[in-house]
């Protein structure tokens, strides 16, 4: 067991130093009106994880494991709770956007699969080429056209907007 102090410490560097890419796994893995939820659920999941830590690998390294295996299980809860309340919400085709932004972004990036669904969330999360580059390891060129290919798909769908 961690000395409570020394348990303290590291969780405090470990989330600082953290602390952007908590926020984009966040983000990428939770509707956009909870994403701040799975946040703090992540830093729980750390905190009483940090009794574990044996420091077989770096502490980022087991702070990125704890905070994938927590956004994969939000995920499979949010989804069961959809499903089981299928029947109350609106297939998102047909819904309104009554001209909110995030709504329209949020139904957009969902119609995104794979690698264009990962760059424009990093491109959303105000991350410069060189670092989505370097989370994805595509070269920045490739990242640059297929974001104004993106952009373009964006505007397409909502230039009414």
Do not use: C
Request: charged letters at 35%.
């Amino acid at each position: 067991m961690i000395d409570p102090r020394e348990k303290e410490r590291l969780f405090a560097e470990t989330i600082a130093r953290n602390n952007r890419w908590l926020g984009v796994i966040a983000r990428n893995n939770a509707p956009i009106d909870s994403w701040q939820d799975l946040e703090q659920e992540i830093k729980i999941a750390f905190w009483e994880s940090l009794d574990t830590y044996r420091e077989r690998s770096s502490l980022g390294t087991f702070f990125f494991s704890v905070a994938k295996n927590t956004a994969k299980e939000f995920r499979r809860k949010n989804h069961n709770a959809r499903k089981r309340d299928e029947s109350f919400y609106p297939n998102p085709v047909f819904v309104e956007l009554d001209r909110d932004p995030l709504r329209a972004v949020e139904e957009f990036r969902a119609t995104l699969g794979g690698l264009d669904w990962q760059v424009f969330t990093l491109y959303l999360d105000d991350l410069s080429y060189a670092e989505m580059s370097a989370a994805l390891g595509v070269e920045e060129a490739n990242l640059r056209k297929r974001m104004s290919r993106i952009k373009e798909q964006f505007k397409e769908k909502y230039r009414d907007f």
